[in-house]
C-alpha cells in the first residue's frame, strides 16, 4: 500500500511522512484516509495530516511519542507559518486541522500502534455558531471583481478561463472543490437549461443549474481551448478547469487566482469560500427562501445556512444604534 492510492492525477508528489514513521505506520495513513468515503474528505484530511507531518519534520519530533504539549507548540507554529504569509488563521480552520490529527490518531490507536490517543485533549478555539469570520462581497464589490475577472489575462493571456471560474462560483454557490472535480462531460444541457453535474459532499450527485452568463463564459473558454489544441469543442475531454497542459487546475492555483482577482478589484481577504458567502447572501437579499438556500448550498443543516446570512448582516442588525438615538440628551 502506497500513497499513490490517495494521490489524485497531476497533484504532485506522495505524503511527505517524517523519517520516524515508517513501515506500517505509513501504510496504517494510507487506510485511514482511504476509509473516508468522500473525495473532498480524503482531500482536506491529507492536506491537515501533511501540516501536521510538516511541524514533526522541522521539529524534529516522531509522531508516534507526540503529546498533548506538542500539540499546543504546533497551534503556535501555525500561527506564525500564517503570519509570514500575511494571513490569520480562523478558528474554524484551527478546530478542522486538530480534529484531523486527532481523528489519525484515534485510528492508530485502534490499531494498537500507539496505546492512547493523546492528541485529544489538545485545547480547540470555540467557534460560534452565530458568526463567521467569512465576510461575503458587498453587490458593488461582487460587480469590481466580475469585471476585473473580464479583464484578466492568466497564463494562457487570456481572460476566458478567469471569467469561466469566478463567474461559475459566484453564480452558482457550488464548492471550490465541486468546481475543480468537474468534467467537461459534466456540463451540458437538461430540459432546455445548462446544467453542471457535480460530486458534493458524501459523495451525492447533485445537478446545479449553471445561469446563462456563467455558461456563456463557460463556452467562450471550452472554444478558446479547443482552438488551443487544434480540436473541436465536441472532441475535448478532461478536467473543466484545466492548466495549460490538460491537467486538473488544483485549489492552490485557483486560491491564488481569486486572491490576485479580488486584489485588482479592490477587495481584500478574499477566497473562493468567500465568493460561496456572497452568492448565499444575494440570494437572500433578492428574497430568496433560507430553505432554498440551504438545499442549493447543499447545507445538512438549516443552522449552517444562517450562518452564512447573519454573519453578513450583524453590524446592519445590531440594535446599539436605535437604543442610542431614543435617548432624549
Known sequence: MTAELVREPNEGSGIAFPPTLLGYAQDL?????????SKNTRDAYRREIERWFAFCAETVLDPLQARRPHGDVFKRWLELKAAEDGREVAPRSMRRTLAAISSWYSYLADEEVIDANRFQAVGRPKVSRKYSATKAL???????MLAAAAADRDSWGTAARTLAFTRLLMDTGIRLSEALNADISDFGTEQGMRMLRILGKGGKERRRRVPV???YAIDLYLLDRARRAGVLVEELSGPLFATATGGRWQRSEAFDLVKRISEEAGVTGVTPHALRHTWANRAKELGVDPRDIQEYLDHEDLTTTMLYLHSATSLERDPSQLVASAWSA
Open 29 to 37: 495513513t494510507m487506510a485511514w484516509l482511504l476509509g473516508f468515503d
Open 138 to 144: 458587498s453587490k458593488p464589490e461582487g460587480e469590481r
Open 213 to 215: 452568463e456563467a455558461a
